[in-house]
């Protein structure tokens, strides 16, 4: 590949996730050496999301590429003021009152406010948006209340009701995830956010390993790559690509955990655990919320693996959705394994200038 083809490819905003919390933030002792710690793998920024803690004074306005957007797993009961469910759902209504910020829904809209005015207070370029949702039972039975399209519309909604009579400047980028909503599995789906919202600077975040998790008989990065392209292929037909702002590149094979869990399933209604535990549904929902979101979290960790998409095909992935905006987003316990990820992931991709993994 010769120096202009690689200038042609090479995305512009390059970003590692980092959570603004001191468990990662302690990983570094000043703001040269956090900003050295990506540099080195020819990245240029930091896609952040806020955690309600202090940032310790190593975040610069300047490597603050993006902003993801607080998010609740599950949120459309809340939404529509199901309090019923609610009071089903938690151990008490001053839980999921003290859970959700408010007992209605303009908590969830000012948390976001404040993160899109923090976006824009530190001149982000843009902010993404979880389009899901699934609650703790569901995301074990894979058997979900809520449609795409109801999900999707909810969106709309939510993110009509934050940007409308707003002038950001950033990318209002939304997200697909595996559960109800945007899945980008349909096209015309796809196509129905997109057009819903009124925000003039829109499009998607691409999370690669998200996708993946569409299709728990993937076995190979090789599979998951012609995976990818399968869906790239139905919304290039739909004139769609543009709107493919952003990738979260990050591998998900999840599969082998998700045909076990859902054949106990299936076949006995057990809920299986991943530390062991099994249930029946009623044993499940008897338990104390947060023990069933314990569950549930270990539970979506060995679905959504965050590792490095180490895949020769992987350039030419990112070469044809050529987004603007590009991270690495990797599940890490320390500072030491997230750069040993980034430096495997800059090596397959190969057009980044990455000195130090030649080292």
């Not at 899901?132 to 009509?160: G, H, M, P, Q």
């Not at 947060?290 to 990112?318: C, N």
Request: glycine share 6%.
């Amino acid at each position: 590949m010769d120096q202009k083809e690689e200038k042609r490819i090479f995305p512009p905003y390059r970003s590692m996730n980092l959570a603004i919390c001191s468990s990662v933030l302690d990983r570094y002792l000043d703001s040269r050496d956090l900003k050295h710690s990506y540099e080195q793998y020819g990245l240029n920024g930091l896609e952040v999301i806020r955690a309600g803690e202090p940032d310790q004074g190593k975040l610069c306005p300047e490597m603050v590429t993006g902003v993801h957007l607080f998010f609740q797993v599950f949120w459309m009961d809340w939404w529509k003021g199901n309090t019923r469910w609610l009071d089903a759902e938690f151990d008490s209504r001053q839980q999921w009152i003290e859970y959700f910020g408010s007992e209605g829904r303009e908590g969830y809209l000012d948390r976001l406010r404040a993160d899109l005015e923090y976006a824009d207070a530190v001149g982000a370029k843009y902010v993404v948006f979880h389009a899901s949702e699934v609650d703790l039972l569901e995301s074990f039975t894979w058997n979900y209340k809520y449609s795409d399209e109801e999900v999707v519309d909810a969106c709309i909604e939510i993110i009509n009701l934050l940007l409308d009579g707003r002038h950001y400047t950033f990318d209002f980028l939304v997200e697909n995830l595996w559960w109800s909503g945007m899945t980008l599995k349909d096209a015309a789906l796809t196509r129905r956010m997109l057009e819903g919202i009124h925000y003039a600077h829109k499009g998607v975040m691409l999370d690669t390993g998200h996708f993946m998790n569409t299709n728990y008989e993937l076995k190979t990065p090789g599979e998951a790559l012609v995976y990818l392209h399968e869906m790239l292929d139905s919304h290039e037909k739909e004139g769609l690509l543009p709107y493919f702002k952003g990738m979260h590149l990050q591998l998900s094979l999840g599969g082998a955990y998700v045909r076990q869990q859902r054949k106990s399933w299936e076949q006995d209604r057990r809920i299986v655990c991943p530390s062991g535990e099994c249930y029946s549904k009623q044993q499940f929902l008897k338990l104390p919320f947060y023990e069933r979101f314990r569950l549930a979290y270990e539970h979506v960790g060995q679905i959504d693996r965050h590792q490095p998409f180490a895949a020769e095909g992987v350039a030419g992935l990112v070469k044809r959705v050529s987004p603007v905006y590009l991270t690495f987003e990797f599940h890490q316990q320390s500072r030491e394994e997230y750069e040993q990820f980034l430096c495997v992931q800059s090596r397959f991709l190969r057009c980044f200038p990455c000195d130090t993994a030649d080292r």
